[in-house]
């Protein structure tokens, strides 16, 4: 081969090389590949499960006197202003008796109210029935979960239901005979018993509650709705409770429960609706309705607390401090989105000024790449939940929360890639 065709053959080889690497680095440089996933349609029914702690305005009740204590009232019960909270006796053999009186005072009114309905009413069988069954699941359920302060009442309801079936039912004519054993046990024991002394009258109306814990005093009731999470791990049982507190008030209708919360759970309290259910498995069987009324962080990527508003009290909430949370956050139904492929950039809009000429501007909103064909296309998103790892978007926000289109079902979304930005063109 002629030696001078050789080269030719070679330097044009070399150049064609040349030109490959060079066309090849060219559209590397310029062109960079994405990863995409399709938008799917997603749903989530949530629940938080929290640590809480219940915070009242309450104010102790105290024995000014060193008698024996008779409580007039369980706990949980409403006390109006000047009510009678407890009775004060010299002596222990004093106040048993007395209640032992008031019992038995109880049971003859009981009777004798039967008495005079039988006379006036002939109420339904299947009613009465349906009313013993009912006030003896409620019985058993007391028994079963050792509500011994308010056993005596469910006990004293059905005993009431079983009296009157006798009445409507014929078995007895009438309670007299019974009345009048009661009777003369009461004026047997009136003689063996010295009256009360004195009696310990509430000061302000609410609830009366005859547990004290020392937490009663341990944060201001008027800055709950401002409580920190440093606040809440500060809180300690006072140390100073009375020694004569036989008890406490809790005014006020409202009640609160203070959980702390990660970031991301206080994230997807804020998105959720401010009425909520929750529940406490250890000391309610239902649900309770509350309100969101706080959440509180330093910065919205740090931990903090929320705050629940809660205006239903009975025995078993009002003897409870701190307490398992659980909260039903509800359901949402959207568009689900990795969280890697959340970007923030900026959309240019369109606003009227005051003499209502449009004038452009730019805000930078949180939003997604998505691909269309060759070019990617920035879309703003509305985020209604945050998972670890995802969120879920609302497909069709109200208008005027967002500038641009929104994110749909089947687009492709951009995960990974490098240098994204509106209407950048890939191939």
Known sequence: MDKSLFK?????????????????????????????????SFQISDTLNVDGLILRDEEYVVNPSSGIVAYELDSGDKVSKNGIIAKIYNSESDAVIQKKIDKIQSDIEKLEELNNASLTVKAGLDSIDEQLNS????????????????????????????????????????????????????????SRSGSAIGEIIAEKAGYFISDVDGYENSYKYSDIKKITLDDLTSIKAAANVPSNAIGKISKGLNWYIVCPVTANQALNLSLCPENVSI????????????????????TKQSDG?????????????????QENVNVDMGTYSGIRISKKAIHDDVVKYEEEDE????????????????????????????????????????????????LTDTVRQYDQVVVEGSDLYDGKIVK
């Open 135 to 190: 006030r003896l699941v409620s019985f058993l359920y007391e028994l079963n979960q050792q509500n011994f302060d308010s056993l005596d009442s469910a006990s004293d309801n059905f005993i009431y239901m079983v009296n009157e079936r006798q009445i409507i039912t014929e078995q007895v004519s009438d309670f007299n005979a019974r009345i009048s054993e009661l009777s003369a046990e009461k004026q047997q024991l009136e």
């Open 355 to 402: 003499k209502g000429n449009k004038v452009e501007k730019e805000k930078k909103v949180q939003g997604v790449y998505v691909l269309f064909g060759n070019q990617i296309i920035f879309k703003q998103i509305s985020v209604i939940y945050s998972g670890s790892d995802y969120v879920v978007c609302d497909p069709s926000p109200k208008d005027g929360i967002l």
């Open 305 to 321: 607390v929320v705050v629940f508003e809660c205006n239903f009290m009975s025995y078993a909430l009002s003897t409870i401090r």
């Open 8 to 40: 030719k053959i070679t330097i044009g080889v070399i150049t064609l090389l040349a030109l490959i690497y060079v066309i090849y680095q060219f559209a590397n440089a310029n062109i960079r590949s994405v990863k995409t996933e399709y938008a799917t």
């Open 279 to 298: 529940e406490l498995p250890f000391a309610s069987t239902g649900k309770l309705p509350a309100k969101i009324v706080a959440i509180n962080q330093q």
